[in-house]
């Protein structure tokens, strides 16, 4: 639906600005006061607001399209809702809002966080002077007190590199420079470019590393990357899924054990895409995979290091009676072997560090 049909929806907008919504609500107010703030230096946007099935409510127990409403006229913003009738995951969410978007230029604002000052206009002013698919601008973390931002003593939030990259070197220094994070928020994308990305992405119902999968396929598909020191981005700490809280419930853990989705995906993507080779030196085939075997190597390593974070999360924040039935979860699936192996690398590093 829209909520501001006063607007020329003949005349599609610069940018396209798009949140998702789950169990957010109570955020939702300051993250698009920050969105409407960005009207006193650049106008050319809308906002896209994705409802992943959620039943959250907001402190006045309002749900999603009440809270939405109140606050497009409020903070007088051309604003769309749509609503998904099923919980699909942040992957979805993502698809859905490139595929709605009007925009030339998307950037994603996740609802609990905040976009900075002049965010808009800093972003879109280098991606029309460079024409670059992706401006990237940098993040600060932190957090309210009494009502108040205050950074966090570590408070740049992401590593990003300033300048130009161009070619498959974008792809390249994301995944084996780790030059810049993957984090989908804080940037700004051409909005074919993503919708070329997520045409290599099947349906993924997923939560976790959802910047890694999507940023696999776009940055193959970026021609130029530019960083820009300009503040972009203002994340705030310990209210997402990653922040270690109590897990009382096996959907909740489910939620986390979503990241193995990520690199089955990409898994099953680099193996289709695989062409013969030849054979070795025993007659079997050899093959050659759609990126270099050094990026192969990397993405089996962020694969244990997820497996790795799952199996750390379970352990310290999952509640004692759910730990068995949480396990058979992660074995479900990463697979029970690699959960194994990966179970007895922690052991040999636990027993190493004891011993010293």
């Known amino acids: 639906m829209s909520l ?26 300051r993250c698009l006061t920050s969105v409407a703030a960005q009207k006193e230096t650049f106008t050319d946007f809308e906002v896209l607001i994705i409802n992943d099935c959620s039943d959250g409510t907001d ?18 913003l051309p604003v769309r809702l749509i609503s998904h009738h099923e919980n699909r995951g942040l992957v979805e ?6 595929i709605n978007a009007r925009g030339r230029y998307i950037t994603q604002v996740d609802s609990d966080d905040l976009m900075a000052p002049g965010a808009l206009k800093a972003l879109y002013d280098v991606a029309v002077e460079t024409d670059a698919d992706l401006v990237h601008g940098h993040s600060t973390a932190g957090g309210f007190i009494n009502g108040e931002w205050k950074n966090a ?46 045409d290599e992405i099947p349906y993924t119902q997923c939560n976790m590393a959802d910047d890694v999968l999507i ?58 895409h695989k062409t013969a080779d030849g054979t070795n030196e025993n007659g079997e085939p050899t093959w050659r995979f759609p990126i270099p075997a050094d990026e192969i190597n990397e993405v089996k390593r962020m694969t ?9 999360q379970m352990r310290q924040t999952v509640i004692p009676e759910l730990q068995d039935d949480a396990r058979t979860l992660l074995c479900e699936y990463w697979g029970e072997n690699f959960v194994i192996h ?8 636990e027993k190493k560090a004891d011993k010293t």
Not at 153 to 163: D, M, Q, S, V
């Open 304 to 312: 244990r290091y997820y497996l790795y974070n799952n199996i750390m």
């Open 342 to 349: 990966v179970e007895e690398e922690i052991a040999r590093m």
């Open 215 to 272: 940023f696999f396929f776009l940055g193959q598909k970026l021609k130029k990357y530019v960083g820009i020191e300009a503040e972009v981005y203002k994340y705030v700490v310990n209210t997402g899924m990653s922040s270690h809280r109590k897990i009382d419930s096996l959907h909740k853990f489910k939620m986390v054990c979503s990241a193995a989705s990520v690199f089955t995906v990409i898994s099953t993507w680099l193996d289709e």
């Open 59 to 76: 402190e006045a127990g309002r749900g999603t399209k009440r809270v939405v409403r109140r606050l497009s006229r409020k903070l007088d």
């Open 153 to 198: 003593e570590e408070n740049r939030y992401g590593t990003i590199h300033y300048g130009t990259i161009e070619g498959h070197e974008v792809f390249r220094s994301w995944l084996l420079g780790k030059a810049f994070t993957a984090n989908i928020w804080g940037k700004l994308v051409k909005r074919d470019v993503y919708a070329s990305a997520f």
């Open 93 to 98: 969410v993502r698809r859905t809002a490139v």
């Open 4 to 29: 501001f049909p006063h607007r020329n929806s003949k005349t599609p907008p610069a940018i396209s600005v798009c949140i998702p919504v789950f169990q957010t609500e109570r955020f939702l107010e």
